[in-house]
Structure formats: structure tokens, C-alpha cells
């Protein structure tokens, strides 16, 4: 599962509202519902692999709500692997790359 926004900023009380339940919405809101649609259907053996982020343990000072969701997806993928690798046999792992440089950036 793999998704993201981000949009920089340097100074949290001009941060928009907006932007911020944007960020959530997009980043962390969306593995819930694919979770809660997905698990009923995954056999023992299955894996959910999350895209976390260096970012949320570096904590950026120009991605706060960014940094925020990243750090949300690993409590929700250690809670979740909790709940499902005893009693279901299914996975719930994370991955957190640093930077990409793509041609883009």
C-alpha cells in the first residue's frame, strides 16, 4: 500500500487546516479502509507491507503533518500485526526509505 502527499511548510500556525486533514486523509485514513476491506479476504501467509518514512523518526521541520502521518502508519502497523499474526497468520510489515531522487525532484 503505497500513497502519499506532502506539502512543505516552515511554520506550523500557518499550516492549513485544509492541508493538514488532507495530509491524514490521504496518508494514513486510506490504510484503514483498504485494511478493513482487505483483511477479510487474506488467507494465513498473507502480508500488508506499509510505506512509512524516515521522516518519522527524523521528525522534518517542513513536513510536520507529513511526519505526523508516517509516524501514525507504524503505530497502526505494530497494533495491527499485533491483532493478526497470532490469531490470522498474516504480516504487517513497514518500510521507511529516506529520500528518492527521481527526476522529478
Known amino acids: 500500500m503505497n500513497h502519499g ?6 511554520y506550523l500556525p500557518s499550516l492549513p487546516t485544509e492541508q493538514w486533514h488532507e495530509t491524514f486523509t490521504t496518508n494514513i485514513h486510506s490504510f484503514f479502509y483498504i485494511c478493513k476491506a482487505a483483511i477479510p ?6 502480508s500488508i507491507v506499509f510505506n512509512a518514512s524516515i521522516n518519522m523518526a ?3 521541520p517542513e513536513l510536520i503533518d507529513y511526519t505526523a502521518t508516517k509516524g501514525a502508519i507504524i503505530g497502526f502497523m505494530r497494533a495491527l500485526s499485533n491483532q493478526l499474526v497470532g ?3 498474516i504480516r504487517c510489515n513497514a518500510v521507511a526509505p529516506g529520500p528518492i ?3 522529478l525532484m
Open 5 to 10: 502527499t506532502q506539502n512543505a511548510n516552515t
Open 41 to 46: 479476504h487474506l488467507e494465513p501467509g498473507s
Open 58 to 60: 527524523v521528525g522534518h
Open 87 to 89: 490469531e490470522k497468520g
Open 101 to 103: 531522487w527521481t527526476p
